[in-house]
């Protein structure tokens, strides 16, 4: 088990189920040619992700920042997405019943979709912190979006959470921002230790390969807006040194955020401090 250490919180790094998007539209207006040097694609284009939660050891009490893509997809879903089920709690320190209180950046399949079974109901005893744009949106999607919110899943978190908007402290040292960009409501999780900054990134830097300025998702329904809040954010990760987990690396990572001498941003693997 992959364990981060502050002064205050021991974050664990889970593995909540692997899964396949198209690399086109995982790289936007990136050409086939530069983004597949970085992940080659499977025969169908796709390439290979998981969702990796954290699980925050605190004074007081456990918080999982995300839940990832979970279980009981149907035959026809886990095709599309070549997906991979895994139970994030297999070898987690604690059980879900332990959790007391979870947060997402947002409430898309891939990242929402362990909060809740197959056939609609919800698997903790913990609320969810969530924007309350982000609510909003789930539960009355578009044509666009509508793909990426399944609603059985949605509806099992009626009177299980907690909205927010703009930025809070949701837990002691914990802290959400909203970015928008990838949707509307979606936002980051800053945890805040004596002398560490650790930030759940979301999909503002959905993997490592990920952290160059215009390499924005085709998947973001605002990616001009995703361009601005990056460099607002940007340059804070490198002012602070912050720790970075990203969401979506077939293999969990973190890093540290830096300018390369071409002026390009750039990942620098940070290791855990145990297994
Ligand atoms: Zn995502």
Redesign the pocket.
């Known amino acids: 088990m992959r364990v981060f250490k502050g002064k205050r919180v021991k974050i664990y790094q889970l593995n909540s189920g692997k899964f396949a998007l198209d690399g086109g539209a995982m790289f936007g207006v990136v050409p086939k040619v530069l983004w597949s040097k970085l992940i080659q694609p499977d025969p169908l284009n796709r390439i290979p992700m998981a969702t990796h939660p954290l699980l925050i050891e605190t004074e007081k009490g456990w918080v999982l920042v995300e839940a990832g893509l979970g279980q009981g997809w149907d035959e026809k879903f886990r095709k599309i997405y070549d997906v991979v089920e895994e139970d994030p709690f297999a070898d987690a320190p604690v059980g879900r019943e332990e959790v007391s209180l979870i947060v997402q950046t947002h409430l898309?399949f891939?990242?929402a979709g362990e909060l809740s079974t197959a056939d609609g109901r919800f698997r903790y005893n913990a609320p969810v912190v969530v924007q309350a744009m982000e609510w909003a949106d789930a539960l009355y999607p578009h044509e666009r979006s509508r793909a990426s919110y399944p609603q059985n899943r949605v509806k099992a978190l009626e009177g299980h959470l907690k909205l927010v908007s703009g930025s809070e402290e949701v837990w002691p040292g914990i802290y959400v921002h909203r970015t928008g960009g990838h949707t509307r409501g979606h936002q980051i999780v800053v945890i805040k230790d004596a002398e560490r900054l650790f930030v759940f990134t979301g999909?503002l830097l959905?993997t490592r390969h990920h952290s160059p300025l215009p390499y924005v998702m085709a998947y973001d329904l605002f990616p001009e807006e995703m361009l601005f809040v990056r460099k607002y954010w940007y340059s804070l990760f490198i002012n602070e040194r912050a720790v970075l987990f990203t969401?979506?690396d077939r293999e969990a990572f973190a890093g540290e955020m830096y300018v390369d001498e071409r002026g390009k941003h750039r990942l620098r693997e940070v290791e855990p401090d145990g297994d």
């Open positions: 898309h891939d990242h999909d959905p969401p979506h």
